[in-house]
């Protein structure tokens, strides 16, 4: 079973910066993509941004274009998430989440829950005025 484990979280103030960490326990090319998801209580599950692992195709929510940015290392698999500028609005539990069955290739999974088959436990993000 794939082991997907986050780190990184914590409290920052508005405007400030965190980089998440996401490591999966699994051989690169069993990996189709990778991406992180936030969920906060009054939500549901929503997608932030997604990293194709074959030829690193990068998609991103329209909140946070411009101020995110995920990015890998190939040879940890890793996939991180560093995000600048940070707002009120961007607290919440972060996931990892990885595609090991290639479903993020069909239709618009790569940014839906659905295309991912691994998830991780998650790290809290919080940002204070």
């Known amino acids: 079973q794939v082991q997907v484990v986050e780190s990184g979280g914590g409290l920052v103030q508005a405007g400030g910066s965190l980089r998440l960490s996401c490591a999966a326990s699994?051989?690169?090319?069993?990996?189709?993509?990778m991406a992180w998801f936030r969920q906060t209580p009054e939500k549901e599950r929503l997608f932030v941004a997604a990293?194709?692992?074959?030829?690193?195709?990068?998609f991103y929510a329209d909140s946070v274009k411009g101020r995110f940015s995920i990015s890998r290392d190939d040879a940890e698999n890793t996939v991180y998430l560093q995000m600048n500028g940070l707002k009120v609005e961007d607290a919440a539990v972060y996931h990892c989440?990885?595609?090991?069955?290639?479903?993020?290739?069909?239709?618009?999974?790569?940014?839906?829950?659905?295309?991912?088959?691994?998830w991780g436990q998650g790290t809290q993000v919080t940002v204070s005025l």
């Open positions: 990293l194709t692992w074959m030829d690193g195709i990068t």
């Open positions: 699994i051989r690169s090319f069993s990996l189709y993509a």
């Open positions: 989440a990885a595609d090991t069955r290639r479903s993020t290739y069909s239709g618009d999974n790569v940014f839906n829950s659905i295309g991912y088959d691994s």
